[in-house]
């Protein structure tokens, strides 16, 4: 594989149990993010620079394989970095199940994994609906997150669809709106929202978030609501 011009990962947590369900994972953070979200607990991954190339990757997974399940993605946003297809094709000849956090900017990067079946599950986050989205996220990426949904739910790719709350940027109301959106597009099964955790450092300082949300009363009979966090 071409060797990366830079470091994309920023970072690398060796070992985990929580990432992937019922899977041993390590998690790769890339460096880098084209969204600017307010609530971002990882401003140093998203404005900072990486420190690891794809070859000390490459490395670190060789004394790993039989011993992890599964590799995850995640960061910033893993699927901006160039070469990312051949790191994943190389990981997946190791033996290794992928995992892909993403916030469904780069659809054309997802249709091809998809297609060449290359990732194994995605957690795709849902940041807002298009009224608050800019404002939320400082993007203009909504229709790229729609379209990425779109390839999800007419693959047979396992994914989840995750959303983190903070009271004063999404009410319960626009919950509510966002699973009839989800609804909308025939998404069934289960929508993961995270508590947003008061305390951390964050991309913009925010105020106290109040965690309310009662999971019976927001599921419907098609989307079943998940508390995380």
Same mark, same amino acid.
């Given at each position: 594989?071409?060797?990366?011009?830079?470091?994309?990962?920023?970072?690398?947590?060796?070992f985990?149990?929580?990432?992937? /369900?019922?899977?041993?994972?390590?998690?790769?953070?890339?460096?880098?993010?084209?969204?600017?979200?307010?609530?971002c607990?990882?401003?140093?991954?998203?404005?900072?620079?990486?420190?690891?190339?794809?070859?000390?990757?490459?490395?670190?997974?060789?004394?790993?394989?039989?011993?992890?399940?599964?590799?995850v993605?995640?960061?910033g946003?893993?699927?901006?970095?160039?070469?990312? $297809? *051949?790191? +994943?094709? *190389?990981? =997946?000849?190791?033996?290794?199940?992928?995992? +892909?956090?993403t916030?469904?900017?780069?659809?054309?990067?997802? =249709?091809?994994?998809?297609e060449?079946?290359?990732?194994?599950?995605? /957690?795709?986050?849902?940041?807002?609906?298009? +009224?608050?989205?800019?404002?939320?996220?400082?993007?203009?990426?909504?229709?790229?997150?729609?379209?990425?949904?779109?390839?999800?739910?007419?693959? !047979?790719? !396992?994914?989840?669809?995750?959303?983190?709350?903070?009271? *004063? $940027?999404?009410?319960?109301?626009?919950?509510? !709106?966002?699973?009839a959106? $989800?609804?909308? =597009? @025939?998404?069934?099964?289960?929508?993961?929202?995270?508590?947003?955790?008061?305390?951390? &450092? &964050?991309?913009?300082?925010?105020?106290?978030s109040?965690?309310?949300?009662?999971?019976?009363? $927001?599921?419907?009979?098609?989307? @079943?609501?998940?508390?995380?966090g």
């Open positions: 594989m071409k060797e990366n011009a830079s470091n994309p990962i920023y970072s690398i947590t060796p985990t149990l929580l990432d992937y /369900a019922h899977k041993s994972a390590c998690i790769l953070w890339f460096a880098g993010c084209n969204m600017r979200c307010l609530y607990y990882n401003p140093e991954i998203v404005l900072g620079k990486g420190t690891i190339s794809f070859s000390k990757v490459n490395s670190f997974l060789h004394t790993r394989k039989n011993l992890l399940d599964a590799v993605f995640s960061g946003e893993c699927l901006l970095h160039q070469n990312i $297809l *051949e790191l +994943i094709i *190389e990981i =997946k000849k190791m033996g290794f199940d992928i995992k +892909i956090d916030n469904g900017s780069k659809p054309k990067v997802i =249709k091809t994994l998809i060449n079946r290359l990732i194994d599950y995605v /957690a795709l986050d849902f940041k807002a609906l298009p +009224i608050n989205f800019k404002s939320i996220t400082q993007s203009e990426l909504f229709d790229k997150f729609e379209t990425s949904l779109e390839l999800l739910l007419e693959s !047979q790719i !396992q994914f989840e669809v995750r959303t983190t709350v903070h009271s *004063e $940027l999404i009410p319960e109301k626009d919950i509510l !709106q966002m699973i959106y $989800l609804e909308s =597009k @025939n998404y069934s099964g289960n929508y993961y929202l995270q508590h947003f955790v008061n305390g951390v &450092t &964050t991309l913009k300082p925010l105020g106290h109040y965690p309310k949300l009662d999971s019976q009363k $927001l599921s419907s009979a098609r989307i @079943n609501v998940c508390l995380r």
